[in-house]
DNA sequence: ACCCTATCCATAGCAGCGCCATGTATCGTT
DNA sequence: AACGATACATGGCGCTGCTATGGATAGGGT
């Protein structure tokens, strides 16, 4: 399939141009506009991927009866999947308001929304924090850190060293006991060992 | 200058290429190359520029005797930079890695750590909250949000919703007693007026 | 006054890009 | 078996960033 190709040759650092697409496929350069209307369409499919491989990576985080691990867990699935892929990644955010079905990003929102929900059930939250909000700073804090990395703005190590803290920071300003919290996070990111990616990124824009 | 005018036709949505860069000007697409070597040559003083209007706005945040509300105060003038140029904001940080002059980004970014400290010398931190630490976790968070809206990912209300309340977290994870610390951040935000982009930003990769 | 040198820029053209009009082949339906 | 629809290969268009070449201009040394 084209999306995969597109994607392997993102992991590779290549640049992904319509004909260096379909070289080698035995297609020819008007599959793309016959399946993608034309390389927009692309880009678009390409993101949903991103999007589809993120919603089975969360899917696969257990659910425990600590909903607060739960959310660390799911927050450090997150990281490992940005960092499986980071220009696919890159891609996924660079507009991810355009995709074909919207439902799939909801979907691996909605786990973190329910995970907080939980919590709030747990008396772990206060009852009137907002599950939504929770889950949308926690997302938005999580993406800043990783973006950062990303880009090259921060070192890798960046991750270890703040990631846990800033998911603490949010639990507890949701109301939950700072200790408490700092276990439940430690356990959530327990046997998790982020990757550093292959090699520092450094696109320009016009790349891809 | 060259660079001015790729701002501008950033902030007016146009695409910027080389001919229609120099177009209007008397100059050449030769101009380019002799004074930025290529486009990517650039983008770099683009990015360059970029930072440098964060850290002119950055540098009028007046400094008070709360240090908290100051940190507060320079999010708020953070926020007004990337929305006051979307565009630019976004190319700042396509590659924020690679600027001509690294030392204006740190300069910003000094700013957040010198006020941390301060807020630490102030007992309003813990003695043991790394001022850099809680100056990145800062950043990036507000980093995060703000990407997210840009990309159209989350409304422009989430700005308003969530950054207060985000930085509050990061303050008190640093040691702030909550209420004080939703106190300054009041104070901070006081007057800041964030302005909804003229319009929703949907690029997509290969747009520059 | 002269020339030599260095810098800058205008012209024109290159290869590569995304895109698409056209003609051909292949498939499923009746 | 004949038809209609769909998918693809070809070739070329206009655009991109880039650069080899040559002309213009300015500054300094003799």
Known sequence: M???????????????TLRALVAGTGASTMAVYTHFDGMPGLWRAVRQEGFTR???????????????????????????????DPALYRVMFDAAADLDDPDEAARSFGHL??????????YRFRDDADPAAV??????????????????VLPFEALTAH???????????????PRRSAESVRSGWAGVELERPVGSDSRRPGDV
């Open 54 to 84: 993120l919603a089975r990576r969360l899917d696969e985080v257990e659910t425990t009866d600590d909903p607060v691990r739960d959310l660390a867990a799911l927050g450090a699935a997150y990281l490992t999947h940005a960092l499986a």
């Open 2 to 16: 084209l999306v995969e190709r597109a994607a392997e040759m993102l992991a590779r650092r290549e640049p992904v």
């Open 113 to 122: 929304v329910a995970a907080a929900d939980r919590a709030r059930r747990a």
């Open 135 to 152: 889950a949308t700073r926690y997302w938005a804090a999580g993406h800043g850190l990783v973006m950062l990395v990303l880009t090259g």
């Open 163 to 177: 990631a846990p803290a800033m998911a603490c920071a949010e639990f507890v300003a949701a109301g939950d006991d």
